[in-house]
């Protein structure tokens, strides 16, 4: 059996083979747009995995061949002491799962490849980072490490401003505590790293936040995760380098210019995991135009070829672009219908799938409720409105305490940033709060997902999980005290305050007026999910050919 796929135009297997993700890097290259080469390892072998718990037979000699042809295809070696490749290793399943599974960057990052990566780019601090980032998440994503006992590796580099004798200091501390985890040295060998790596993507997949998410999304539990392995881009390398998050159109409103976010200097990690303050898109504009216009005319190009609104995640290094990830941008609510109706309008679909493209859930969302004139003496914080809607609920500062207070009442989370480990209490709450990360961070992709507000980026909040409460603007609230957020405007406020309902959204009218058409004798006085479902169900009673 074949396992492994290249990351090649010419390839033809679906998403159930390749993943979504590698699926559509594969579009990418057919769209004749920058992509790190690579390969995948399809879902097949991921299932062989779960059965026996081991990389199924043959999957060793195909994983080799394929290492030997990307180094040749970038004149580096895996390891090497001159030139090194150094790899990420993403997960990919037929339907994204954002966040839910493992991920291993800068693979590759030996000792030796780590000085020659230093010497080569002239930039030891540089070097360092990379190495440094490597070892954490393989600490984490492949020994187990708990995050508990890394989480003051960042804050000991930030403490000396990121010297390269503080990452050396971190990157010993690291290893001494994968040694301590595993009771082996971190390998040497990259090609047992990979190995290692992709065992660990594998068994991501059966992980607890991995099911729960399945099953808050309805995703089945046999279609297992691919694997992506492609050559570094480094967005860390220096000024002129980072990485970011886009969005073809403004997830929360569907309005069309490029939403998102980037960071300078940094890897795409540092902006998918909200721990970092990331700045909007359009900064990019301003320090590297040619990235920002290459972006600009991908991000065209893609809404063209999938005819929907699109989300890509990019790294840019030395000023070149690469983009690493693509997909529809499976917006909701208001957003979602907006979406639908300029597209048709622009002649990119017919308003028959307009109308079929719209759910129930997003017409339910469309009226998007606001916090009526607020009082500033009851406003607690403010942040960056990440996902629409108001939730009120009682403070939660632990995804454990959600799921439990939840019993008892509407919850709101609020956290410093969230992670895949915090889907429970994301799940059980009607809101999220978060004093770091963007409107693409991993609270505010969730939040959107599962049509929940979300307010990030609330810079002023700490959240201390000792004694159970939050504080911000000289106020402290401890769990339990009933709070609102709005997350369209950025507000956390104390209190029940008064709520209410969006004015009449003239997209939808429009959409509702295409429905009323499809009708025949159809008028206005039904309420909106009757006259979109009874045109949904004559139009797919065309479809089917049968009459209505």
């Known amino acids: 059996m074949t396992w492994i796929h290249p990351l090649s135009a010419e390839v033809e297997e679906t998403a159930d083979v390749l993943g979504g993700k590698a699926h ?3 579009v990418l ?24 718990g081991r990389l199924p037979h043959g999957l060793t000699v195909e994983l080799a061949s394929a290492v030997a042809e990307l180094e040749d295809a970038t004149h580096r070696e895996l390891g090497g002491s001159e030139r090194p490749l150094a790899v990420s290793v993403r997960s990919g399943g037929k339907v994204s799962m954002p ?43 492949v020994i187990g490490v708990g995050q508990e006992s890394l989480a003051g590796v960042d804050r000991a580099i930030a403490g000396r401003n990121g010297d390269p004798s503080a990452f050396a200091t971190a990157i010993r501390h690291v290893e001494q505590l994968i040694h301590e985890q595993s009771g082996e040295p971190v390998p040497e060998d990259a090609s047992r790293q990979l190995e290692l790596a992709v065992a660990a993507v594998f068994s991501s997949w059966d992980t607890p936040r991995a099911k729960t998410y399945r099953a808050l999304h309805d995703i089945p539990d046999d279609l297992g995760t691919a694997v992506t392995v492609q050559a570094m881009v480094f967005g860390n390398r220096d000024e002129r380098s980072g990485s970011g998050v886009a969005f073809s159109r403004d997830p929360n409103t569907g309005e069309h210019v490029p939403f998102g976010d980037v960071l300078f200097g940094r890897q795409g990690e540092d902006v998918v995991s909200g721990s970092s303050l990331t700045g909007p898109l ?37 000023g070149e672009l690469w983009i690493l990830q693509v997909r529809p941008g499976r917006f909701v609510g208001r957003a979602a219908v907006r979406v639908v109706v300029d597209l048709a309008e622009a002649g990119a679909i017919g308003r028959d799938e307009a109308l079929l493209r719209v759910s129930p859930q997003h017409l339910a969302q469309v009226r998007t409720p606001r916090i009526a004139a607020i009082d500033p003496r009851d406003v607690f914080t403010r942040g960056l ?57 991993h609270a505010a992709v969730v939040a959107r997902a599962m049509g929940k507000p979300a307010v990030v980026g609330a810079t002023d909040l700490t959240v201390d999980t000792v004694d159970g409460c939050v504080r911000a ?76």
């Open 29 to 52: 290259r057919r769209l004749g747009l920058p992509v790190p080469p690579g390969f995948v390892i399809g879902t097949e072998a991921c299932r062989a995995y779960l059965r026996t």
């Open 385 to 441: 409105g990440a996902s629409p809607g108001v939730a009120v609920g009682r403070v939660a500062t632990t995804a454990d305490s959600a799921a439990r207070l939840a019993a008892g009442g509407p919850v709101l989370l609020l956290r410093p940033e969230t992670s895949p480990l915090d889907l429970h209490g994301l799940a059980a709450a009607t809101g999220v709060v978060t004093a770091r990360g963007g409107p693409t961070s």
């Open 282 to 318: 359009h900064e990019l504009a301003d320090r590297e135009p040619a990235v920002w216009t290459r972006l600009l005319s991908a991000l065209d190009r893609l809404e063209e070829h999938y005819r929907d609104a699109c989300y890509v995640e990019f790294t840019f290094e030395a």
């Open 473 to 548: 603007g000289g106020r402290t609230l401890p769990e339990g005290t009933l709070i609102a957020v709005d997350g369209t405007g950025g507000e956390v406020v104390v209190g029940e305050p008064r709520i209410v309902a969006a004015a009449t959204d003239p997209h939808l009218h429009r959409l509702l007026g295409w429905a009323d058409d499809v009708v025949s004798g159809a008028d206005g006085d039904r309420d909106e999910q009757e006259r979109l479902f009874s045109a949904q169900a004559v139009l797919r009673a065309a479809d089917r050919g049968t009459p209505h």
């Open 24 to 26: 559509g890097l594969i």
């Open 99 to 141: 966040g839910m599974m493992s991920t291993v960057l800068n693979l590759g990052l030996t000792s030796r490849a780590t000085a020659a990566l230093a010497e080569e780019r002239g930039e030891p601090r540089f070097a360092l980072d990379s190495r440094l980032r490597f070892l954490t998440g393989f600490a984490a994503q």
